[in-house]
């Protein structure tokens, strides 16, 4: 049973928050594109924001639990999370890395082997630059960033992340998160809600000098 659990809770938390294994260079359209998700937030240096997390397994041992935390980001692409009071069974999991969710990033972990366009989205097939556990990675884009990406694997599995974002100053970033865990042992889903975004930009930094 206690397996069981950490094992659920391991897989949401990989789900939710990017945790896939790492992916070559990319086409020049797709990289002109991942460069351009990291040029609508270039002014932001750091940024925090509360986050509250829904969890449920649809398989035994048919758990739910509530996780709250806080983000955080901070150039150079250091994106994190830190969980407060986990349950139990989810201790070591209170400290993660969110890096695989900065489509920027991805030039260095993904090779994509195809790129198309539906409306305003564009959509990126890629694969991991090393082989291993995972088979393909779908993504896609919009102009407010990461809207979708899913992790289909070897063993028949699949995690997918949907975001849905929102503006804070100007600035494109997650309103909530749903993320869907397939695998043949177990299923999850989680939910996940960022509030009390609390964010530093080259602006604010200049009007805090120039108020001195």
């Not at 994106?79 to 030039?107: A, Q």
């Not at 991991?128 to 088979?135: L, N, Y």
């Not at 919009?142 to 694997?153: N, P």
Request: hydrophobic share 45%; proline share 6%.
């Amino acid at each position: 049973m206690r397996f069981l659990q950490r094992v659920a809770v391991l897989a949401a938390t990989i789900a939710l928050l990017g945790e896939a294994p790492a992916p070559s260079a990319p086409s020049a359209e797709a990289a002109r594109l991942f460069a351009l998700t990291g040029l609508r937030t270039a002014a932001v240096q750091s940024y925090t924001s509360r986050l509250h997390v829904d969890v449920a397994l649809r398989s035994f041992p048919y758990l739910s639990f509530h996780l709250d935390g806080t983000i955080a980001f901070k150039r150079p692409n250091l994106y994190s999370v830190h969980f407060e009071h986990v349950p139990w069974f989810g201790k070591g999991f209170e400290d993660l890395k969110m890096d695989p969710l900065i489509p920027s990033t991805w030039p260095e972990h993904y090779d994509v082997t195809s790129l198309s366009h539906d409306g305003d989205r564009t959509l990126f097939e890629m694969r991991d630059k090393v082989d291993g556990h995972v088979k393909s990675v779908h993504a896609e884009i919009d102009a407010a960033g990461l809207r979708k990406v899913e992790w289909a694997y070897v063993n028949g599995g699949d995690i997918g992340v949907a975001v849905t974002p929102t503006f804070v100053d100007g600035i494109p970033v997650p309103a909530a998160e749903d993320a869907d865990i397939r695998l043949p042992a177990y299923h999850v889903i989680c939910h996940a809600t960022f509030s009390d975004y609390k964010i530093v930009s080259e602006n604010t930094v200049g009007d805090a000098q120039h108020a001195r």
